[in-house]
């Protein structure tokens, strides 16, 4: 299929043909808006500041320029590019989004962040590394060792710069920095523009490029009749999830949006295996392939359209009833592009979009977008659907005794000759029962994890004490950690969490609640990680000397 004219393609933006290849490979069809915005100047090796919330696609608006500028041939030991993550499940994310895009390059991609076996890290960057993925404490560590060698670094990234500042981090970023050789690029992105963000653009950028992706205007003329939903999912649910609600929604025809082909491709193999009549549709199809699939749905012996953006441009299908986002969309006007198709003549539709717990970012753009809320809703429990199921083949057997009521005789006989053993109503129960299964009914799956919005930034996980009346004990299922570091030495709840988070396999929203007094202070941490976020607090610094940390004697 033929990309419209005026759209923007990853050749376009001048990629090298190693990385047009592997995002050709990997199913990309057309830069996001902040790509196609910052990739330009990244190119061209300027300063960027850049405003993007996570999911919009800028882990790849700033790799693939980092990629680009890798020097053929032998590129030495010591790296080329720093990037900076808050916490260390975004440094796996990023490093494996570099490792991806950078395959056919030979990218050494190295991730740095506490919790990992240090001499893991020793070896590898003894080896030779283009670019590190790190945390800021584990940064300074090996900066302080002297095994992070900074003297080649021609891009530094600070990714999400508004959570590692929240988390404690500025001390370190700014330490980082000044070892950082004067002539080098600097990127930063951050879901908001606070002050200080500003003010350490203005301190470390030189003459910034500054990105914010454009909003449009919600809806042209009426407003669709459009029920929105969002479903928090974890990703590894999101097919299992998917199958749950439309199970629930029972649409007549419903589009999935993707974001990439291959994205696309597994998932509709996957709703196909879950027995819906799923159709596949992206520009990696012919148009004769294209009108095939648009047929079959047009002529509704395919109920389920899995798509990407570009593929379901000017699709107007009539009896189209549901629109499910599989990913957030990467902009608030993508979001309203994609709902406006359903809702309309008067008719209401459905939008469902699968938000991730961290995208809640993301969520409150599309609602500030479209100036209205979105109901935020559990996925259906097995439960949900066991009731569902059975509502669905009572007013199938209601349509059919309206419907079919004058032609039922020629069962009468075997009604009778069971009733001459079984009691009517056990003779009904039992054909309904099997009416019911031969729906495909009679399977239970088992719940989606049940996860909640991470509403809370993460320095504000635990709540700051002072207010909080004291407590006896620690939560069921937690255990209280004591660390004799309190206000007197300047701790606060964000320096606590930060250390956690970015030393162990906590996430912020995995601490309860801290206590600090002038000498010491109390964490809460899930009881089947206390010994881990021990160790890793002693091997770590907090507000820059060692804690001594053990579990509370009364927790």
């Known amino acids: ?331 608030p006007e993508s979001y309203t592009h994609r709902i406006g198709r359903v809702g309309r003549a008067g008719r209401e539709g459905v939008a469902i979009t699968l938000v991730e717990p961290r995208q809640h970012r993301m969520l409150k753009a599309i609602e500030r977008h479209t100036r209205r809320r979105m109901d935020v809703e559990k996925v259906p429990s097995v439960a949900d659907l066991r009731a569902r199921r059975l509502e669905m083949t009572r007013a199938a057997l209601h349509e059919s005794l309206l419907v079919d009521g004058d032609h039922l005789d020629q069962f009468r006989v075997v009604v009778d000759s069971l009733t001459d053993e079984f009691d009517v109503v056990e003779v009904a129960l039992a054909a309904i029962k099997l009416a019911h299964e031969a729906t495909g009914a009679g399977a239970d799956d088992e719940d989606v994890p049940d996860v909640s919005l991470q509403t809370d930034r993460p320095g504000d996980g635990g709540g700051g004490g002072k207010n909080r009346p004291p407590r006896r004990g620690p939560s069921a299922g937690t255990t209280r950690l004591f660390i004799n570091q309190g206000r007197t030495a300047g701790i606060r709840p964000k320096d606590l969490v930060g250390a956690i988070a970015n030393e162990s396999s906590l996430s912020g929203r995995d601490i309860g609640a801290i206590e600090i007094t002038s000498n010491f202070s109390l964490v809460e941490v899930p009881e089947a990680a206390a010994d881990e976020v021990i160790q890793a607090l002693r091997n770590t610094t907090i507000k820059g000397k060692k804690a001594n940390v053990r579990r509370d004697q009364k927790g």
Not at 47 to 61: F, I, N, P
Not at 106 to 122: C, D, N
Not at 159 to 169: H, I, P, V
């Open 1 to 331: 299929m033929d990309t419209p004219a005026d759209t923007t393609t990853f050749a376009d933006l001048a990629l090298r043909p190693e990385l047009l290849d592997m995002l050709d490979e990997l199913g990309y069809e057309e830069p996001t808006p902040i790509q196609r915005e910052a990739i330009p100047p990244l190119l061209d090796r300027k300063d960027l500041l850049g405003q993007a919330a996570t999911g919009t696609g800028k882990t790849a608006a700033f790799a693939l320029p980092v990629l680009q500028h890798l020097p053929a041939g032998d590129r030495g030991d010591a790296p080329t590019a720093l990037v900076l993550v808050p916490t260390r499940e975004l440094a796996m994310q990023v490093s494996e989004a570099f490792h991806r895009y950078g395959r056919k390059l030979g990218a050494r991609v190295l991730p740095v962040y506490g919790g990992q076996p240090i001499w893991r890290q020793l070896k590898a960057l003894e080896r030779g590394v283009d670019v590190v993925v790190a945390t800021p404490g584990r940064a300074i560590d090996h900066i302080t060792r002297g095994t992070l060698t900074m003297d080649a670094l021609r891009a530094v990234v600070l990714d999400e710069a508004d959570e590692m500042l929240d988390m404690g981090f500025l001390e370190d970023i700014e330490a980082i920095l000044a070892e950082v050789p004067e002539d080098h690029q600097t990127m930063l992105f951050s879901a908001t523009i606070p002050p200080r963000i500003d003010g350490m653009a203005r301190k470390y950028l030189r003459d910034p490029v500054r990105i914010t992706v454009g909003r449009e205007a919600a809806f042209e003329g009426d407003e669709p009749l459009i029920r929105e939903t969002a479903y928090v999912v974890p990703r590894s649910a999101k097919p299992a999830a998917l199958g749950r609600i439309l199970d629930i929604e029972a649409p007549t025809a419903a589009i999935v949006f993707c974001r990439t082909r291959n994205e696309v491709d597994e998932l509709t193999e996957t709703m196909n295996g879950r027995g819906y009549r799923a159709e596949a549709l992206h520009g990696g199809m012919s148009q004769e392939q294209r009108d095939r699939v648009m047929d079959r749905l047009r002529n509704e012996t395919a109920d389920l359209l899995v798509a990407t953006d570009v593929a379901a441009r000017g699709l107007d299908i009539d009896h189209l009833t549901h629109v499910v986002n599989y990913d957030v969309p990467s902009a």
